[in-house]
């Protein structure tokens, strides 16, 4: 940590999952560095869980030699962003902040423009004008791959041929990135996120949704009737890699730009019914749920891919990076955090 000392850093989608999640790492690291967080809180998914997460972010600075700004905003809003980059100055920005889920680009094609397209936009140009910036990491997703045959995927692959909106504004942002850093010389890293959970994870992600519903007593959809792998990564295993990556701004590559993409996954694919069956045994386990979960099977949904599988000799290469958190042991943490949310909240309420 100690290569944040005294940086400041601007961590966008600061409320969500991973940038929570990166942010506590920050605070609970030793520096001085200075922390600046911004998040539009949008109600995407319920905003209380945001809440949670930024209660728990002031408690944490109160122990922590940072310092730590919240900005409730939108990425969109081109003068906010400006103006941030021109009080704070960041040097390391982290650009998180996205609309997220593959099967909501379908219905609200709009939010991803607006955020993902033009709030990256806007980022980029800021990045551009600001003084002292060093490194630009930013997310993008394996959602690029597409339905691509060959695995495991490899940053070398051709990805040319989204399947849904989202993954084509990811694909659009790593080639506006590359744009950036070639035109003006910013050191620009892209991540390609390879299915993250974790506790205070994403509602709409699967694995919350299963859990939700088991609880509820209903079935849960199970697509392309379970025969779908899945790259999980453990939420701790990526703010590692996020850390590592945003300390090494992009070098020069072969054509002179500062520019670098890398898979971040657990590089080990799951079955979906094998995910099922370790996520029941940890609620049951936890008293969440007493048995298995009611099943409906149903075909593959528009947008989604048959697997995902990260190739990520590259990132252990440069950076050591190796994901360690099995999905038993990532799992049964998430399976005790929700008990104490929402079950044992309720509980006391009562």
């Not at 944040?4 to 961590?11: D, E, P, S, Y």
């Not at 607006?114 to 490194?135: D, K, P, T, V, W």
Request: hydrophobic share 35%; net charge negative.
């Amino acid at each position: 940590m100690k290569q944040f000392n005294g940086k400041t850093i601007l961590v966008t989608g600061g409320a969500g999952f991973i940038g929570f999640h990166l942010i506590r790492t920050l605070l609970a690291g030793g520096t001085d560095a200075k922390i600046v967080a911004l998040d539009n809180l949008n109600d995407y998914y319920d905003p209380a869980l945001k809440d949670e997460r930024l209660r728990l972010l002031a408690e944490d600075v109160q122990a922590s030699s940072c310092t730590y700004t919240f900005i409730k905003g939108d990425l969109a809003d081109a003068d906010l962003i400006k103006g941030i980059f021109a009080e704070y100055k960041p040097q390391i920005v982290v650009n998180l902040a996205a609309q997220a889920g593959v099967r909501y680009s379908i219905t609200n094609p709009d939010a991803y423009i607006q955020s993902n397209l033009i709030g990256f936009y806007n980022i980029l140009e800021a990045c551009r004008h600001g003084a002292g910036l060093e490194h630009l990491v930013f997310a993008s997703s394996s959602s690029v791959y597409g339905s691509n045959e060959k695995v495991p995927y490899s940053e070398s692959d051709m990805v040319d041929n989204p399947v849904s909106l989202y993954a084509a504004t990811k694909k659009s942002n790593e080639l506006m990135a590359h744009s950036y850093a070639k035109l003006y010389g910013i050191p620009a890293t892209g991540l390609r996120f390879f299915t993250v959970y974790g506790p205070l994870g994403r509602p709409d992600m699967a694995y919350f949704g299963f859990t939700n519903l088991m609880v509820a007593g209903k079935p849960i959809k199970i697509y392309n009737n379970g025969d779908l792998y899945r790259d999980f990564t453990y939420v701790d295993d990526i703010v590692r890699g996020i850390l590592s990556v945003m300390a090494s701004p992009a070098k020069p590559n072969e054509q002179g730009v500062p520019y670098e993409i890398y898979n971040i996954g657990n590089n080990r694919p799951e079955s979906l019914m094998d995910f099922i069956s370790i996520l029941e045994n940890c609620l049951m386990k936890e008293g969440i749920i007493t048995e298995p979960a009611k099943k409906e099977y149903l075909p593959m949904q528009p947008g989604d891919v048959y697997q995902t599988y990260a190739d990520t000799s590259k990132l252990e290469r440069d950076f050591g990076f190796k994901p360690a958190t099995p999905l038993s042991e990532g799992l049964a943490r998430f399976a005790s955090w929700y008990r104490s949310y929402h079950m044992d909240k309720e509980s006391s309420s009562q």
